[in-house]
Nanobody
Framework: QVQLVESGGGLVQPGGSLRLSCAASGLTSDYNVIGWFRQAPGKEREGVSCIMRSDGSTFYRDSVKGRFTISMDNTQSTVWLQMVNLKPEGTAVYSC????????????????????WGQGTQVTVSP
């Protein structure tokens, strides 16, 4: 049974940092990508970053490039999202997800390509 569990969210001031963790279990090799997504109140879910389990290739949405870093452990089962210089617009529920269908950069941050989801962790960026 596939299970994804996020942790590490919290309240942080603008300019601060947080590191989110996603512990995945039950993933077969068919799940080739693990991604991070976020959803702010009243807004659609959006892809933040993802990492290919086979070779560690990474993808980021433009607004977080240079500030967020995704990484993975040697078992390809734990994925971290290091976030620095957080901005108030980064306030959202952050969720990790796994995909069996992502094959291109166009698909990489499309939430519809991901079939397994964690419950999410709240990140609040506020003075």
């Amino acid at each position: 049974q596939v299970q994804l569990v996020e942790s590490g969210g919290g309240l942080v001031q603008p300019g601060g940092s947080l590191r989110l963790s996603c512990a995945a279990s039950g993933l077969t090799s068919d799940y080739n990508v693990i991604g991070w997504f976020r959803q702010a109140p009243g807004k659609e879910r959006e892809g933040v970053s993802c990492i290919m389990r086979s070779d560690g290739s990474t993808f980021y949405r433009d607004s977080v490039k240079g500030r967020f870093t995704i990484s993975m452990d040697n078992t390809q089962s734990t994925v971290w999202l290091q976030m620095v210089n957080l901005k108030p617009e980064g306030t959202a529920v952050y969720s990790c997800a796994a995909s069996t269908t992502v094959q291109s950069t166009i698909q990489a941050l499309n939430p519809h390509e991901y079939s397994r989801w964690g419950q999410g962790t709240q990140v609040t960026v506020s003075p």
